[in-house]
């Protein structure tokens, strides 16, 4: 755990939440827009940090019921069009990437709650032609280290060679491991595709898919169920690692494939990793070209009525208390 991830636990045990509050009622705060990001609802471990428990996930439920108004992302997207003060903090749930246990284990809940939400898919993972890379790099280390493959197997000398003799070196490692991935991510995706590949003919071929991606039954499941499905590109690449062509057609086939598979039109979208650098300003025109009506960010905060509807914060959700997201709620943004 991190640093700041151990103060934020401590500040919330010492009711945080509560103080935050009540300085923003003393002051008379607005209201704000919140759009909370996950990514899977599992019990199985996660070396990336992306995934809650069920139990927490219904805990986070009910702390976010009531401390504010849940409403669906494309209302809140509406609603924020009105430059008029929020009267209260009002709350959107999203998911990306797709994950089969959004539609088995977080639907549930979800409806449980009576509260909507929305999944970012990336198509390329439903379809088979994209994996997601963290899964795709767990696999693969996870065989060479049951193979005991030894680092000087592996040759160059950049940054991201010696992160891979790094986790060679140190089997079961999940502090080399996330090194690796991180390294990956900050590399051009062709650099990134070659490494993987690379590890996968070291290991005698890609590992089988544990099957953790929704096929497109599961995502007109949810679609059924009151849903709302966006886009998460195709391939899940970082679209400013990508040439313009590249990118444009990633932002406007992924939502064309979507509409295709779930018959109904799809006007959100989630940039791929999503930091500032991640994306440019020709994307946002393409977006708007394309018809999306608004897209998300993985940058951390809230928004307020007239904010750019295609840069949306969001605040990031893991395996938080419910003290802890109770916190992040009052702050409004990752405590």
């Known amino acids: 755990m991190s ?12 009711g945080g939440g509560r103080i935050a509050r009540g300085w923003r009622r003393a002051t008379g705060a607005p209201g704000r827009a919140i759009v909370l990001m996950y990514h899977r609802v599992t019990d199985e471990p996660d070396y990336l940090g992306m995934a809650v428990a069920p139990a927490v996930f219904a805990s986070q439920l009910d702390v976010l019921r ?32 797709g994950y089969r246990d959004n539609l088995d284990q977080a639907l549930p809940l979800l409806q449980r709650y009576g509260l909507p939400a929305t999944v970012f898919v990336s198509t390329g993972f439903v379809d088979g032609t994209a994996h997601p890379t963290g899964e795709r790099l767990r696999a693969v280390c996870e065989a060479l280290w049951r193979a005991k493959t030894a680092a000087n197997v592996w040759t160059g000398d950049a940054p991201v060679d010696l992160k891979v003799k790094a986790a060679l070196e140190a089997p079961g490692s999940l502090e080399t491991l996330i090194a690796l991935r991180q390294t990956l991510k900050a590399i051009p995706a062709t650099d990134g595709e070659r490494i993987l590949a690379s590890l996968e003919a070291l290991a005698g071929g890609a590992p089988a898919s544990r099957g953790l991606i929704l096929d497109w039954d599961g995502v007109r499941a949810l679609a059924n169920a009151g849903i709302e499905i966006g886009s998460h590109a195709v391939s899940h690449a970082v679209l400013s690692r990508l040439d313009l062509g590249a990118a444009n057609d990633e932002i406007r086939a992924s939502k064309q494939r979507l509409e295709c598979e779930i018959g109904r039109p799809v006007t959100g979208f989630a940039f791929p990793n999503g930091r500032r650098g991640d994306f440019l300003p020709e994307h946002l025109r393409t977006l708007r070209e394309a018809g999306y009506a608004y897209a998300c960010l993985a940058e ?33 943004r990752a405590a």
């Open 3 to 14: 640093r700041a991830s151990q103060l934020a636990r401590v500040a919330a045990r010492l």
């Open 66 to 97: 009531t401390r504010t108004r849940v409403v669906a992302l494309g209302e809140l997207v509406t609603r924020l069009k009105d430059a008029a003060p929020l009267a209260e903090d009002m709350a959107a749930i999203t998911f990306d990437d």
């Open 300 to 332: 951390t905060g809230s928004n307020l009525p007239g904010c750019d509807a295609y840069q949306l914060r969001r605040i990031g959700v893991g395996s938080d208390s419910g003290e802890v997201l109770d916190l992040k709620l009052a702050l409004g």
